[in-house]
């Protein structure tokens, strides 16, 4: 900070000189009907400096003299103007090509649509703004091709996977990288959607490339609003309702008690149940175990900004409050966030700007789990209560675990993140033309919480708990030199920059056990039988080169060439840097006067591009040998405290890279009207960072090498326009579809490598998922079900100890046992296409939204159908009403299990994973403008919506889009054992402007 004010004052010194002056320039910007066009984007050419019109079409900004200001928006062609030193400038767009002239920001600057040579996706927020968004993973699902959003817990403020072009790490993290701002790895999480001014997505290594070690997983970047001529206020207030999407179809109490009966009496056992207590069962039901889990959650969302300018300095504060109660009993979420952006001019030539933001959330048994899965297990026939009025402890029938009502209730899973985010920057124009310099600042500071309680029912009468405690600081400073000039037919834009970024991490975390006031919960650990407390530090730096160049003749020919020079502490001497070269050309064929004289075409353009990307996945010191703390007991005394060694460190670690082809066609016809884009791309990672098994002669364990590959190919196709256009109906429409093969190439000579995340509860008798070299990532690994052995085929029953009725699962060693030996891929777990689907009618004042989104070729492993239909182990008794169809004599044509004395049923095989494919009718959403009554003054709009309103699959779930894991792994996904469905959602809003 201190030389930031050094550099201040040595500005503001130099203002008087400075040949480039900034005036201050205001002006309107209205159709061709003279109607005032809100939200257009007004950029200074070669800049990242900006506004949007007000609701009235007005705007103020501070720009150079002899600059140019660029008019973009959607449905009109763009206009480019010389600001000549005048003071006031009205412009009037005419509809026509959307995107010809629209900026978009590209990683430390912008470009002209057009003139991008790479991959990349741009989300108006024209495409969200008619929907109850409350996060971005929200806004970019199904909206644009090659991003797959995967809602992997349906719960308030849950977990979600965002994932470009595939996923290319084992070890590291394979979420894209967000820029907030142009601060680096910002945390999405605690952003409002509703602060977005743009948002891009950086696709392909052309694009990416520029952010060096951490582009390899596709880039997303956003602007935040802010303020323009005259003061704003506005409020947008919403209520919502919301139901599970689906639920189980559980056998009645009095057939279940039946079915029991008649699995004890096959099986040579006494009938557990009367027939007077089954009567009584058919007449009097039995207990509804998801109806005491699932209720009618609820939720609420307010949002008030204001926002002006005047002659030097524009603002925008807002505030955003969100509130909801989950689906699933005591689970909820709360969100609270307050930004301020403000913007000034110093003087002539030296503008400063500061954004400013913090957040908090709070997370309240958001997990789903033992809850959900036990509502499955537990018996209709137990009660809920007992006599005394708790929850039943045991369950006589089913379950061998606790009660549903105990995994609600005696526990408490609590998340607390608070977020202070501040950048600092300024832009200077130097004396030569086209020359600025912009120097950035910003701090980031993370206050995390976790704090876990098991009561003692829930814990076998030892209440136990849990805190964790982080405390993380990001530092960053990016100073950039922007050139931007035009020669005649010759245009150059360039960009060179020195960009640092630094991490520190301090936690500890404390366990106790035997909590002697457990109705003190987590909030009193210190009384307890035992306990263990443990601390850690880390701190990882990046020092970083870059520089980029976009060359452009006659506005046809097209090249952009960048290079990026990373250092990264996380490495050894000898591989702490890497360089990350790209290139891409462009044709703009549409200029072309053969192709003109086609009149076809507003915009044809060929694009291909290659490049390099990188990835630390490795922890800041992966290339050292550790020593862990442990507590051993000599001679039956007490523990003593000591050191071992941990895994052996390996100071070659070096970079996962990926390198990127990606040959890409954009086409636009009817004078923008419709637009068609279409890329291939093909992505290799290579020095792929794996845990190798060590002999137990070289100290044993694991050791982090470079030594796999990995492979992603796919096709993206994306469709637009506005094909009805009309008096006061217009409609809007844009499809996306996107293709990926996901390969393991290589795994450094191992045949195969197990990975798992034990959500099977036991289910699973080795690891659930293997990568093996010709298959995707999330393979899962377990048995072939051929249904079950069928009269005919009794002698072969009989080999493996089987009768007819058995399971029959494939032998595939031949040895007539089935064992570990005969596992095999039976499913994939990653989409082989996803696509999205987004329409706006509007009429007048009436505007109706439908957005459809999907996701095909994608296996699910059912868990949690699983353990209701096994029969064994935690869950005992069968509990879905699909057991009605169970092998016995008259029904051989089954492949639901006979009830046997030889049964023995193997849960990780292909019987439980199920066609995970859907379409989802995302949301419908209806608002009206009310006609003001106070003459352009105010604006009213109310609006209804329905999420998640219609799910087609054959997924037999609540829900096809969750799974137990969260986005921190690709290896190990797709799983569902008691994950918290997403919900229907019915939300009821309405916004005030004045």
Same mark, same amino acid.
């Given at each position: 900070m201190r030389k930031l004010f050094s550099l201040c004052l040595v500005f503001l010194g130099l203002g008087g000189s400075v040949l480039a002056q900034n005036a201050r320039i205001t002006g309107k910007v209205t159709d061709q009907d003279n109607a005032a066009l809100p939200g257009v984007s007004i950029l200074i050419s070669g800049s990242s400096q900006g506004t949007v019109t007000d609701g009235d079409g007005n705007y103020v900004i501070n720009a150079p003299g002899s600059g140019t200001l660029v008019f973009s928006f959607i449905g009109y062609e763009s206009q480019t103007v010389e600001i000549g030193n005048r003071s006031v400038i009205d412009i009037k767009l005419s509809q026509g090509s959307r995107s010809l002239d629209e900026l978009v920001v590209v990683g430390y600057g912008t470009q002209r649509k057009t003139d991008v040579t790479?991959?990349?996706?741009?989300?108006?927020?024209?495409?969200?703004? @008619?929907?109850?968004i409350t996060r971005l993973d929200q806004v970019l699902q199904g909206r644009a091709a090659g991003v797959q959003v995967t809602q992997s817990n349906g719960a308030p403020g849950g977990d979600s996977k965002v994932r470009v072009r595939g996923a290319n790490s084992v070890l590291g993290n394979n979420d894209p990288l967000y820029v907030i701002d142009g601060f680096v790895g910002a945390n999405y999480n605690l952003l409002n959607p509703n602060d977005i001014e743009s948002l891009q997505v950086l696709k392909d290594a052309a694009s990416t490339s520029i952010y060096g070690s951490r582009g390899a997983n596709g880039v997303i970047i956003i602007t935040t609003k802010k303020g323009s001529k005259g003061i704003k206020v506005s409020y947008e207030g919403q209520g919502s309702v919301s139901n599970v999407i689906k639920r189980f179809d559980i056998l009645p109490a009095g057939e279940f008690a039946e079915i029991v009966n008649a699995r004890a009496l096959a099986t040579g056992s006494n009938a557990p149940f009367t027939q007077q207590q089954v009567d009584d069962f058919k007449r009097n039901g039995g207990t509804d175990w998801q109806d005491l889990v699932y209720r009618k959650g609820s939720g609420q969302q307010h949002q008030v900004t204001v926002s002006g300018a005047n002659e030097k300095t524009s603002f925008l504060i807002s505030g955003n409050y969100v509130n909801q109660k989950g689906i699933v009993n005591n689970s909820g979420f709360k969100r609270y966030i307050l930004r301020t952006n403000l913007n000034t @001019?110093?003087?002539?030539?030296?503008?400063?700007?500061?954004?400013?933001?913090?957040?908090? +959330?709070?997370?309240?048994?958001?997990?789903? *789990?033992?809850?959900?899965i036990e509502a499955l297990q537990w018996a209709p026939t137990t009660p809920a209560y007992g006599a005394d009025g708790q929850p039943t402890f045991n369950d006589p029938t089913g379950s061998v675990s606790r009660s549903p009502l105990d995994h609600l209730y005696d526990k408490s899973i609590d998340t607390e993140r608070m977020n202070i985010n501040a950048i600092g920057g300024l832009t200077y124009q130097l004396p030569i033309q086209g020359l600025s310099l912009d120097l950035q600042y910003a701090i980031n500071y993370l206050d995390a919480q976790n704090k876990n309680f098991n009561g003692k029912r829930l814990s076998n009468n030892n209440p136990n708990a849990t805190r964790y405690s982080s405390d993380q600081v990001t530092l960053q400073n990016t100073n950039a030199l922007n050139y931007n000039r035009t020669f005649g037919n010759h245009s150059i834009t360039a960009v060179a920059v020195l960009e640092t970024q630094q991490f520190t991490d301090k936690n500890f975390t404390a366990t106790a056990n035997g909590l002697r006031f457990p109705q003190l919960g987590y909030d009193n650990i210190g009384g307890n039988s035992a306990a263990t407390v443990n601390s850690a530090f880390s701190k990882w730096t990046l020092l970083s080169l870059l520089g980029r160049v976009n060359y452009a003749f006659k506005d046809k020919y097209l090249i952009t060439a960048a290079i990026r020079r990373d250092g990264s502490s996380k490495f050894a001497k000898d591989n702490r840097n890497s360089v990350f070269p790209s290139v891409a050309v462009g044709w703009r064929l549409s200029e072309e006067e053969f192709i003109k004289n086609l009149n076809v075409f507003s915009n044809?353009?060929?694009?291909?591009?290659?490049?390099?990307?990188g990835s630390q996945a490795i922890s800041p010191y992966a290339t050292l040998s550790?020593?862990?703390?442990?507590?051993?007991?000599?001679?039956?005394?007490?523990?003593?405290?000591?050191?071992?060694?941990?895994?052996?460190?390996?100071?070659?670690?070096?970079?996962?890279?990926?390198?990127?082809?990606?040959?890409?066609?954009?086409?636009?016809?009817?004078?923008?009207?419709?637009?068609?884009?279409?890329?291939?791309?093909?992505?290799?990672?290579?020095?792929?960072?794996?845990?190798?098994?060590?002999?137990?002669?070289?100290? *044993?364990? +694991?050791?982090?090498?470079?030594?796999?590959?990995?492979k992603n190919t796919g096709f993206e196709f994306a469709?637009?326009?506005?094909?009805?256009?009309?008096?006061?109906?217009?409609?809007?429409?844009?499809?996306n579809i996107s293709t990926l093969k996901n390969e393991v190439v290589s795994l450094g000579g191992l045949p195969r490598l197990g990975t798992g995340t034990g959500a099977g509860g036991g289910m699973s008798i080795t690891n659930e998922f293997m990568l093996m070299?010709?298959?995707?990532?999330?393979?899962?690994?377990?048995?072939?079900?051929?249904?079950?052995f069928k009269p005919d085929e009794a002698d072969i029953a009989a080999k493996q100890g089987r009768v007819p009725g058995d399971p029959h699962y494939e032998d595939v060693n031949g040895d007539n046992a089935i064992t570990t030996d005969d596992f095999q891929i039976v499913g994939r777990a990653f989409p082989r296409m996803t696509g999205g689907w987004n329409n706006t009618f509007t009429y007048g004042g009436l505007t109706l939204n439908v957005f459809f989104q999907g996701a095909f070729g994608v296996d699910k492993l059912n868990y949690t159908r699983a353990g209701a239909m096994s029969g064994s182990g935690e869950a005992r008794q069968f509990l879905l009403t699909e057991i009605r169809d169970y092998y016995r004599p008259g029904n051989e044509d089954s492949d639901i299990p006979a009830f046997t004395k030889t049964y023995q049923p193997f849960t990780q095989s292909s019987r439980f994973v199920e066609n995970g494919s859907f379409v989802r009718l995302k949301n419908v959403s209806l608002a009206y403008t009310v006609p003001s009554v106070f003459k352009d003054k105010a604006n009213i709009r109310i609006f209804a919506s329905a999420t998640n309103l219609l799910t087609i699959t054959k997924y037999t779930g609540p829900d096809p889009e969750t799974s137990n894991v969260g986005s921190s792994t690709d290896t190990a996904i797709g799983i569902d054992r008691g994950s918290y469905p997403n919900a229907k959602v019915y939300t009821l809003g309405l916004t005030l402007g004045f």
């Open positions: 790479g991959a990349l996706s741009v989300v108006s927020t024209r495409e969200f703004s @008619q929907q109850p @001019q110093i003087n002539k030539n030296l503008s400063l700007r500061l954004n400013l933001s913090g957040a908090k +959330t709070a997370n309240h048994n958001t997990d789903g *789990g033992g809850a959900l044809l353009k060929l694009r291909g591009s290659w490049g390099k990307t550790p020593y862990n703390s442990t507590q051993v007991g000599f001679n039956n005394t007490a523990v003593t405290a000591g050191v071992i060694q941990g895994n052996q460190g390996n100071r070659n670690l070096k970079w996962e890279t990926t390198t990127q082809t990606d040959v890409g066609i954009e086409m636009e016809f009817l004078n923008g009207r419709l637009h068609v884009e279409a890329d291939y791309f093909n992505k290799r990672t290579t020095d792929l960072l794996l845990n190798v098994q060590l002999p137990n002669y070289a100290g *044993g364990g +694991t050791q982090t090498r470079n030594v796999g590959e990995i469709i637009g326009g506005t094909p009805i256009e009309k008096g006061k109906f217009s409609w809007e429409t844009n499809l070299p010709g298959q995707s990532l999330g393979s899962y690994w377990g048995l072939k079900y051929l249904g079950t």
